[in-house]
């Protein structure tokens, strides 16, 4: 079975941290995501990477930026956290044939900002 | 631009009793459809997926789906349902070479 695992479930930080949260996949997946859960919005998409070094922004991408420099791990970046950033955080891999590929999902870090 | 519309907030019923929760979807072209289930303090798990072919999709823990080109809908479906299906249910669509967009979420919650 796919592992994606979120090296977090619970993190809270202040105003103005640089938050980095981690996230590593164990079945040599190329694309990788990052997305936000917020209730009544569903999942939207801040980044995902077709491959290492690679990124792309998706819908919500102001006040994040993330990395990949190995393909197993993808960390999302909150240059300087804010309240409007408390969120669910869950991060997803997929194999990249196609566009009928499910992605698999970590259990998600629950993110306070204060 | 494309939307997925999950119309039900919450869905309640009897367990043994069928359960359906309702997507519909507004894109263009022939999308890829999917659903997937949280359950508590989880991330999503995908139950199964619509790419071609024979409208009744079958996935997992005894869940179907059926796609409707008129009517554009992709309802999830199943013939009796558990306590332990109690969970949030997301509808998901994507257009060939867009991303993957995700409806608001239905509650389930069956009543033993």
């Known amino acids: 079975d796919v592992k994606v695992t979120q090296s977090s479930r619970y993190l809270v930080k202040r105003t103005g941290e640089k938050v980095f949260l981690e996230c590593v996949q164990d079945?040599?997946?190329?694309?990788m995501f990052w997305y936000r859960q917020d209730p009544g919005l569903g999942l939207r998409l801040i980044y995902f990477?077709?491959?290492?070094?690679?990124?792309e922004k998706g819908d919500i991408p102001e006040g994040y930026s993330v990395s990949r420099e190995k393909k197993e791990r993808f960390s999302l970046i909150l240059e300087s956290a804010s309240t409007n950033q408390t969120s669910m955080y869950l991060c997803?891999?997929?194999?990249?044939?196609?566009?009928?590929?499910?992605?698999?999902f970590g259990d998600g870090t629950r993110l306070s900002i204060l | 631009a494309q939307s997925v519309a999950q119309p039900e907030d919450q869905v309640n019923v009897a367990e043994g009793n069928p359960l359906t929760v309702k997507c519909t979807y507004s894109?263009?072209?022939?999308?890829?459809l999917f659903w997937y289930v949280q359950y508590p303090n989880r991330g999503l798990q995908f139950l199964l997926k619509?790419?071609?072919?024979?409208?009744l999709v079958k996935g997992s823990y005894g869940f179907e789906a059926e796609f409707n080109k008129s009517q554009t809908s992709f309802h999830l479906k199943k013939p009796s349902a558990l306590v332990s299906d109690s969970a949030l249910y997301f509808c998901?669509?994507?257009?060939?070479?867009?991303?993957?967009?995700f409806g608001a979420g239905t509650t389930v919650t069956v009543r033993a």
């Open positions: 997803a891999s997929s194999l990249p044939q196609g566009d009928n590929q499910p992605q698999h």
């Open positions: 079945m040599d997946h190329e694309n």
């Open positions: 990477s077709y491959d290492v070094k690679m990124k």
């Open positions: 894109v263009s072209g022939n999308p890829y």
């Open positions: 619509y790419i071609t072919g024979d409208n």
């Open positions: 998901a669509v994507r257009p060939p070479g867009y991303k993957l967009s």
